[in-house]
């Protein structure tokens, strides 16, 4: 029982990975934080999903079930149908623990739901909440590898979680996206927490300070907001580039930042660009965010990357062979996000397939992530794709159904669907097949087979490589 959670936990993660890069942060936090795979399918069939409450419920089946099935189905569960289950584990720690079955855990909507909550409401559902609000423990300074492109902002960092309010005030981290903006500032908030656990530490994101502005606002609780907000020690407010064209917002935060200012208390930001950059920001805003000290984060270099890799493996209780190592900080240069996405995808496929994750199973799973070049043709994967096989491409266009000639055409399909994402029908007319069902067998079976068979992986990997290369 114990290890088919960890399985799930592991193959949910990785789903989440591949999301979280495909819906904007916002919506990710909203719909998709608290959620867990409760069953994947294997014994009973059904795929079952456990969210917070029925409004999350509604939206994921609405709008976001298909992209659900389709990343299940890219980290091996074929998921035609998923449901949805209320599921709410009674402490956040108790979910890093095998799970009770769901319906134990199971509520009826009446019970988890209060009318839409204003997210001002939340200070006073919990009061220790209220005074760690957004920090997610799971950001620390430990877990955080330094080295070129992040070493400045992470020691401005922890000298300020050391003393608060006293230097660099406020920090502005700016930098592209899933470089590590965010993990070092929510790890500011834990480090001070841990040092002065009755501290008000506040994470938001820009979305989330504007709509609860605007809420505060409508339900006339303006002077809560305030309150709220003014009288943190440590405020972190996320991708403050979403300020920008908010007047009243700008308006409002300005008072909040100076009031902060003046009470010595420490204000963090981020952005993807530095203050200058983010256009319709109020001069008087601009320039107070560059009062204290503006750092350029960078993407790490390639040894750093590599760190990063081994210590995400290491979490995941994973050894990683040093080539598939190398092989993923090539791969993925620009967004540390994304490494950790290819890595966990990895990780969880290996294991739903009691493989070990070797570099021919990273190449053929994470080979076709890279940057595809745009003039890439059914012509030239079947080209390659003979010439691989050292046999001539009328061969694989034409009817001979000898061993050395089926193969390799089924691994030309094979290749078209992976790169290309043609249609059955499509894949069949390439290889002037009248009929698709051939196409859709053909698929299935290499890719069954590159999971047992080494060499056909390496085949296919070595593929690949000459057509992007
Ligand atoms: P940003 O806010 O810049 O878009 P994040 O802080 O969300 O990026 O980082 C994306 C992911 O990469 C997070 O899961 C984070 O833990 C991880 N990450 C980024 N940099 C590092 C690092 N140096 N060491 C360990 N993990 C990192
Ligand atoms: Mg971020």
Redesign the pocket.
Known sequence: MGEILTKQRTIWQAVLGEIELSVS?GNFMTWFKNTHLLDDGTRTGAVVVGVPNVFIKQQLECKYNDLIVATLQKNGIDANEVIYKIYTPSTPREAEEPLPPPAVAEQTPAQTIKPIASPLDTPAKSFSHAYRQGINE??TFD?????SG?ELAFAACQSIAASPGTKYNPLFLY????????????AVGNAFLAKKPGAKVLYVTTEQFVQEFVDAIRFKKTADFVAHYRTTDVLIV??VQFIAGKEKMQEEFFHTFNALHQANKQIIL?SDRPPKEIPTLEERLRSRFAWGMSID?QI?DFE?RCA?IQ??AHEHDAELPNDVVDYLATSVQT???E??GALNQLLAFCEMRGLEPDLGVATTLLGSNKARPKHLSAKQIIERTARHFQIPVEDILGPKRDKDIVMPRQVAMYMLRSELHLSFPKIARELGRKDHTTAIHSVEKIEKESQLDPSLRTAIADIKGRLYA
């Not at 877990?143 to 080295?147: E, H, I, K, P, T």
């Not at 930098?175 to 929510?186: D, S, W, Y």
């Open positions: 942060r799971r950001y877990n955080f590898v330094v080295g992040n930098g592209g996206v899933g470089i590590g903006k965010t993990h070092l500032m929510q996320d991708d981020s984060m790490p750093t990063i210590s995400k967004n540390i996000r490494l950790e």
